[in-house]
Every structure is written in C-alpha cells, then in structure tokens.
C-alpha cells in the first residue's frame, strides 16, 4: 500500500514546518544580500557610481507602494526604484547631500544582528500565523473550517515576509524583484480576506448556499486582484480599497452567523471568540493602516500594523479548538475591555502630543492617570454587571439553602430546589440525572450542568443555562457546589431536628394515649347513653391525634367506615337519610394526618350544614378516585342555595375554613345549586411519597 506523504498529524506538521523554513530562508538570503551602506539617504541627495547617476526625491522613500494611486505613478516608483538600484549595485558611491557636502560611501556585508526590528517583526507574524493554522490543520486536516483558517495563515506569511524584505530596506531594490514582493503582498492581503469569508460562511455553522458565496467571494476579489494588476481597474481601485471591502463583508458574515447560531450557545460561544479576535486583529491593521491609505491620510507602518495579526490567530486557535471554551464569555469581554484600555491610552496619549503639543513623557503620564481613574472604573463597572448573573452573595446562598433544606415535605424540597437552580442558572431544561451522580460536572463543552441528589431531591440536569445564551463556566460549577454543599449540612442539622422532635411527640403521644385516653375510656364505662356518644367521639379524636403525632398514615378504606358510621348516626335523629355509594375499594390508599383530619373536619362541617339549613329529606354520598385525587360528592334533596350566599364576604366562616384547609393540601371544595337541593365536591390528593 503507497503511503501518502501527508497521512499523520505529525507529517502534515512537518511538512509546514518546512514551507516556514525555506521562507524564511529565502528571506534572510535576500536580506543578507543587500549589503548594508554607512550613510542615511534623504530626499535632494544624490548618488553616483560608474553605472550612472541618481537624485533620490521624496517619493523614493516611501516604504510601502500601497500609498500610491495612479497606475501611472506606480510604474514610476518601480521604475525610479529600479535606477537607483542599478546606480548602486557599485561597492563604492559618490555621495552628494542636499547641501552640498560629499563623501564615499563603501558598502558592507550585512551580518545577521544588523538586520532590522521592523523585518523580525512581520517574519515572526507570519510564521507564528503558519504555524499555529497549520498545527490546527495538521490535527484535523479534513475539516473544511480548518482548511480555510490553513489558508489564511499561508496567506499572512505570503504577505507578511515580502512586507518585511522591502519595508525595512536601507535602498532601493531591483525592480523585478521590488514588484514580485508588492504581487505577493497583496495576494496575501486578499488571500486572507477570501480565508476569513470562507472560514465563517462554515463555521461555527454551515450558511444557506455557503458554496455559492465562498466560490463567488474568491472569484470576485481574485478577478479584482487579477484586474488591478494588469491595470485594467482605476488606480484608486488599489489592493487597500480590496482589502477595506473584504473587511466589511467579513462583518456582514460574523452578524449572519449570529443570527444563525440564535438558540446554540456552544456555536454562538465559538463565534464571540471568532468573531472578536478577527474583528480586533484584521479590523486594528485596516483601521490603523488599510483605511488612511485610502482616505489619504497619515498611517501606522505597514510593518508594525501586521502585529494585530498574531491577536486573530491566537484567537482563532483557541476557538477552533475548544480552548477553554467554558470560560469563553469571560475571556472574550475581558480581552475587549483590556484591548480598549490599551487603544484609549494610545489614542489619549496621540491627542495630547499631536492635538495640543504636550511633550511624550507628559503625555503618557496624562494619559495613563486618565485611563486609570476614568476608564478603569467604568470597565470594573460594566465588567460587574456582566458577571452579575446567576450570582448570590455569601448570606444569600446560606438563606437559598436553609429555604430548600426546610421545606415542610420532599415534593416541596425538590419544587424549592428547581427554583433556585433556574434563579442561578436560568436553563431551558432541568430534567432527572442518572443516580449515579456524585459530584457536580460541567459536560457537553458547557451546555449541561449536572448536580447530584440532595436533600431527598432527585439528581438533575440542567441544559442551555441562562436561555440558551451562554455556556456554564467553572465559576459556575463552582457556585453548585458550594450551594449543594450548605444544603446537604443543612438537611443533615434539619433530619436530626426532626429526630428530636419525633421523639419527643412519641413521648407526648404515649402519654395522651396511655392517661388521657385511659381516663375517658373508664369515663365512657360510667356514662348514660347521652355522654357516651361524646366520649366516643372524643376517644376517636384522641387517636386521630395520636396517628398524627407519631406519623401515622391512615387506610382510606378504614376513615370512609368510621366516616360514614358516624355521618348516618348523626342523620339519624333529623330524619335524613344516607345513601353512601364507594366507586373504589381503596384498599392499598393512605392519608397522613393533616389529609384524614381535614377531610374528616370537611364531611362534619358539610354535614351539619345540611342538618341545620337544607331541609333535606336525603343525602347522597358519592366517593371515588381519579389518578391520585380522592373525590367525594355530596348531594342533598333540600331547599339549595343561592349562588351570592356563597361568593365573597357573605359566605360562612365554616365555609371560609374548609375551603383554606382543602387548598392548603392542594385540594378544592366545590358548591353546586342544583334544580333541587345543593352538591358539594371535596377534592383532595394522596398522601405524597
């Protein structure tokens, strides 16, 4: 099998490897070449050798051919360039100052460490741009987003290390060799911004007709290109005016990919990182170098503006790759906040040298008490604001937790619990975890947060935090903790409480069982037959009493047998019938206290109701279950009622009450006028697990 020369991480990095050595290679050969001249060339100076004689003007300084319009104009800058190139390519020069003094000057060999700052800079910016989108490249080749960001690096090197041989010559090159550096500069320049198009009409997501518009974007500005170089395109249609115009599509995509990642935080978190370090990095050259170029006015060497380039791919490293990728909002506002520090420094100290005259060191001082006491404070100000979210100071997460811990029943607890973590986090989703969990994780590069069980409350999952607009951070991760940690202790403090307190009403209860209850029993053996129905319904309460005190549940099928014997005794001497229908058996149904007291309080109250108002011949009692509802439905045949003697102020304090007790257990009393008497509908839950 024939192996492919690229086919490992490891291969593939070698091989760009190489391409940045024999770049810079061939650009400190050309470098060392051009012998270095002991004199400082000016405008009016001129040179002469046996190859002829040169004037050197103002035009033949410039460092960068972008400044110049006209064609015309061009091709006499290279043409000028390529004469005193010839005049020189003598060791020995005649030189004549503009003021008249001469002298010889004798070239000498260029050693390595008289090579100057500016050339380092732009060859580090565009190696440092290959390597880093070519070790990306190299680990995931196959990407099509990766491709485009590979380009882009080539593409600074292309342009970087021709600006760096002819920005930072000491004399003029020769003309072929001076224009084939301009070519490469400036395909560079546009193969960057075809990159950069490319790379976000695909990433973090894929655009409706992408491939239409990568193919037509590189067919447009690489006509443009092909156009203006064969002079077919007015001379002010320049490679800077290409490149401003690339700059601004590059925007117009960052804000469609903006929109189109509305609803995916972790794209939207890939594209905030994308998005600022390209529109800091590309938007800080055009500003301060691209952008004067084409309104005509003074602007940053090309050499040192190339600089803003290495912000964009280290940007663009750490979000291809997912570099802390949690900490993405963070790192991405605090990255803005210091690079607008350092441009409002440099733009302060700029106004007060140039605009009012202020001596440097002056200035910077100026400026820097500036940025500090106005500045700074602002940029703590909003940094606050940002960051604000989902926190809660020290005494609130100790109150948020005993609020949780506290709840009066698990259902509660686990309701309380929901309510807080959407408070913290504000997530689109909060569903069961598996039970495995035991610690608090961020998972799915920041889209879950997963928390463990606590306090009788399920483990959860919570999805999309603060309405899909963001991803969970490790601060986050670690306000959970520290939220489950106090609720944990304080469950823990809350179930030996309730240890206590069970204890000691199992005391109380025993002793009103075992006195009080003893007492009445000896009393209901002495009493006539008008005391010992009292009794026996103060001995029932008695034990109702004592069930609660001590956790008790009660069967339903045997509370709806006392019920209904102690309804049909009371009916019995007003001559009311009782015709009790069960829809269930309820065999294996329970209430706890407060669920059979107030439903047994809910039958008397409406029974003496009846009793007393009704006139009724007959009472039919109705009981059955839907789902985990228990239902009763009392009909009586008497006079009924009128709907306003049941509404607002007017209707009874038993009434009142009953309907308070029911909805305080989450269930409902309902009163209906019938054609002929009046129905009451009492809804309660089961006991809750």
Not at 37 to 51: I, K, L, N
């Amino acid at each position: 099998m024939k192996l492919s020369p690229l086919n490992s991480p490891g291969l593939r990095f070698s091989f760009v490897f190489v391409v940045g050595f024999l770049v810079l290679a061939f650009a400190l050969e050309t470098m060392l070449q051009h012998r270095v001249w002991p004199a400082t060339f000016e405008a009016g100076d001129v040179v002469e050798s046996s190859r002829g004689r040169f004037e050197i003007e103002e035009r033949d300084l410039r460092g960068e051919p972008g400044e110049i319009e006209s064609h015309a104009e061009f091709n006499e800058f290279f043409d000028r360039q390529g004469r005193w190139s010839d005049v020189a390519s003598e060791s020995s020069l005649r030189l004549t100052k503009k003021d008249g003094t001469q002298s010889t000057v004798t070239a000498q060999e260029r050693e390595l460490g008289e090579i100057p700052a500016l050339f380092w800079i732009q060859v580090v910016v565009g190696l440092g741009a290959l390597l880093i989108s070519g070790w990306i490249w190299a680990l995931r080749s196959k990407n099509l987003a990766i491709a485009w960001f590979a380009l882009s690096g080539l593409s600074i090197l292309v342009s970087a290390v021709p600006s760096a041989i002819y920005t930072s010559r000491e004399m003029a090159l020769p003309q072929d060799l001076f224009r084939v550096l301009e070519s490469l500069n400036a395909i560079g320049a546009i193969g960057f911004g075809i990159a950069m198009l490319g790379l976000f009409s695909v990433y973090p997501v894929r655009l409706p007709h992408w491939k239409i518009w990568s193919i037509a974007q590189a067919l447009f500005f690489s006509a443009w290109l092909i156009l203006y170089h064969v002079q077919l395109t007015p001379g002010a249609a320049g490679v800077s005016l290409m490149i401003v115009t690339e700059m601004a599509a590059i925007c117009v995509v960052i804000g469609l990919q903006f929109w189109a990642t509305k609803g995916r935080p972790a794209d939207r978190a890939a594209l905030t990182w994308l998005g600022l370090s390209v529109i800091l990095g590309a938007g800080a050259f055009v500003v301060f170098n691209t952008l004067p170029l084409v309104l005509g006015l003074p602007s940053l060497n090309q050499g040192y503006a190339f600089a803003f380039f290495l912000i964009i791919y280290l940007g663009l490293a750490a979000g291809l790759t997912r570099y802390r990728l949690f900490e993405v909002g963070q790192w991405a506002f605090r990255f803005l906040f210091y690079a607008l520090g350092a441009l409002i420094l440099v733009l302060l100290d700029a106004a007060l040298v140039f605009g009012l005259g202020v001596d440097r060191l002056p200035a910077l001082g100026a400026a820097l008490l500036v940025a500090g006491f106005l500045y700074l404070p602002l940029r703590d100000g909003i940094w606050r604001a940002f960051s604000r979210r989902g926190r809660l100071e020290p005494h609130e997460l100790l109150a948020s937790a005993l609020h949780v811990a506290f709840a009066p029943s698990a259902a509660e607890r686990t309701s309380r619990w929901e309510a807080l973590l959407q408070r913290l986090f504000d997530p689109l989703e909060i569903t069961s975890a598996p039970a495995g969990v035991r610690e608090v994780e961020i998972l799915t590069d920041g889209l879950t947060l997963e928390i463990p069980a606590v306090a009788g409350a399920p483990a959860l999952r919570l999805s999309y935090p603060w309405s899909g607009r963001s991803l969970y951070t490790p601060q986050s991760r670690e306000v959970a903790r520290q939220i489950v940690t106090l609720i944990a202790q304080a469950d823990s403090n809350r179930e030996a409480y309730d240890r206590g307190v069970a204890e000691e009403r199992r005391r109380m209860a025993q002793d009103l069982h075992d006195d009080v209850g003893a007492r009445l029993l000896t009393g209901l053996t002495l009493a006539d037959e008008r005391l010992r129905p009292t009794l026996q319904g103060a001995i029932a309460d008695i034990r109702s009493i004592v069930r609660g005190m001590t956790g008790e549940q009660v069967v339903v099928a045997r509370l709806l047998e006392d019920v209904r014997h102690e309804t049909s005794r009371r009916l019995e001497p007003a001559n009311i019938g009782l015709v009790w229908s069960l829809k269930a058996g309820f065999e294996n149904r329970a209430l706890d206290y407060r669920q059979h007291k107030t439903l047994g309080s809910a039958l008397r109250e409406v029974v003496s109701n009846v009793i007393r108002h009704s006139g009724a011949r007959e009472l039919a009692v109705e009981i059955k279950e839907e789902g985990e509802l228990l239902i009763l439905s009392l009909r009586d045949d008497g006079r009924g009622f009128s709907p306003e003697a049941v509404r607002g102020e007017t209707q009874g304090y038993g009434l009142r009450s009953l309907r308070r007790r029911l909805h305080d257990l989450g269930g409902t009393c309902e009163l209906r006028a019938l054609e002929k008497g009046s129905e009451v509908v009492l809804i309660l839950p089961y006991a809750l697990k």
